[in-house]
């Protein structure tokens, strides 16, 4: 469980370092399940509360002095990159981010014998997830104070900006993001573990293949990245070659068509559009469908621009827009050796491929 809530963590392009807090009689445990997860974790003793080993796990970070701070519940290994990017995006220097899912229940209050005595009104209720996140030194001087006032009764860190007055602003959750509580629960995460181990994942690749002119201009957009140049690329779209065949590469892992389909260009609002558009659908649709982006990997073929001093950027662009580490992302170049259309210099081709992995079926 600990290694699978690591490893979503990990995979996310925007978290720098983490923090585990453990109890200390568990520690081999813990060592043995994340020994495969690399050395991007710190491991800290925690206290006898939450709220104290939240504190001394913001203590282990002051030497690192981070922007901002995500504290996720070790016991909710079902986070999804697309919850952790819609967190992430709405961070802001004043301002904490709460996941959460509006109550749909109605809500009851009931005396010491049981017996209902009101019903509380629901609208404007939210029951409260994590990763809760906060800039860093706000919540940390929170903590702090709430630990010189002998406070310790605050059951999430949420609570803890409120009180100290620092503002905290509601983003959807996800209704995966399940706590594992009961007994029930651990049930439930077994099942869902053994499908993804257990049975037959269901791995695809998709392909995709693009290719646009040169007309007149002083840039080329590629991967996402503007690069300066005598030319441009001639599409209805920014022309972006790269991400053109990265997006039907993605949507033929469903079967889901071209980038067409989607977006004809026949369509007047996509005019000029910025083609991170149609790779954001696609990376939707692959995460609608419970589907992990393993790997991405674009070959850009042309004479001209040199794409190699660019290539960090572009690796950088790709993983956010996926959603993955770099590591999963693989950019490169070539020329087409003077032969043809490439060769001519008359323009840019692009292939690129995509793994994603699927949820499989668990064997009969």
Not at 43 to 69: C, F, K, N, W
Not at 358 to 363: A, D, K, L, Q
Request: proline share 7%; hydrophobic share 40%.
């Amino acid at each position: 469980m600990l290694a699978r809530t690591l490893r979503a963590f990990l995979d996310c392009p925007h978290i720098d370092r983490i923090v585990s807090v453990i109890h200390p009689e568990d520690r081999h445990l813990y060592e043995q399940a994340t020994s495969v997860l690399g050395a991007r974790t710190i491991t800290v003793v925690g206290g006898p509360t939450r709220q104290e080993s939240t504190r001394l796990g913001l203590l282990a970070l002051v030497t690192h002095q981070p922007d901002y701070v995500l504290i996720h519940d070790g016991v909710r290994p079902f986070i999804a990159q697309e919850l952790l990017q819609r967190i992430i995006h709405t961070l802001h220097p004043a301002i904490g981010v709460l996941p959460a899912l509006a109550v749909s229940d109605t809500l009851k209050q009931a005396g010491p014998d049981a017996h209902v005595i009101a019903t509380i009104p629901r609208a404007g209720l939210y029951a409260a997830q994590t990763p809760q996140a906060f800039p860093f030194a706000p919540i940390l001087e929170a903590h702090e104070a709430a630990y010189r006032a002998g406070r310790s009764d605050f059951t999430d860190d949420a609570a803890i900006a409120e009180w100290h007055g620092l503002a905290v602003r509601v983003v959807e959750g996800s209704a995966d993001n399940t706590k594992l509580t009961w007994a029930k629960d651990i049930e439930m995460a077994d099942k869902r573990f053994a499908q993804a181990s257990g049975g037959f994942p269901d791995i695809r690749t998709g392909n995709g293949y693009d290719v646009h002119a040169f007309e007149p201009g002083d840039h080329v957009t590629l991967c996402g990245v503007k690069i300066p140049y005598a030319l441009k690329l001639s599409g209805h779209s920014d022309a972006d070659v790269g991400l053109h065949a990265l997006t039907d590469a993605l949507l033929a892992t469903r079967g889901a068509g071209d980038i067409g389909t989607h977006f004809p260009p026949s369509d007047p609002r996509w005019k000029g559009a910025p083609s991170r558009i149609f790779v954001e659908h696609a990376v939707k649709i692959v995460r609608e469908a419970g589907g992990r982006i393993a790997n991405a990997d674009i070959t850009l073929i042309c004479e001209a621009p040199k794409i190699g001093p660019y290539r960090e950027a572009i690796t950088a662009a790709l993983s956010e827009m996926l959603g993955v580490a770099p590591d999963r992302v693989s950019i490169k170049a070539t020329t087409n050796e003077k032969l043809g259309f490439v060769g001519r210099g008359e323009g840019i081709a692009a292939i690129a491929t995509a793994s994603v992995i699927y949820p499989g079926e668990v064997p009969e």
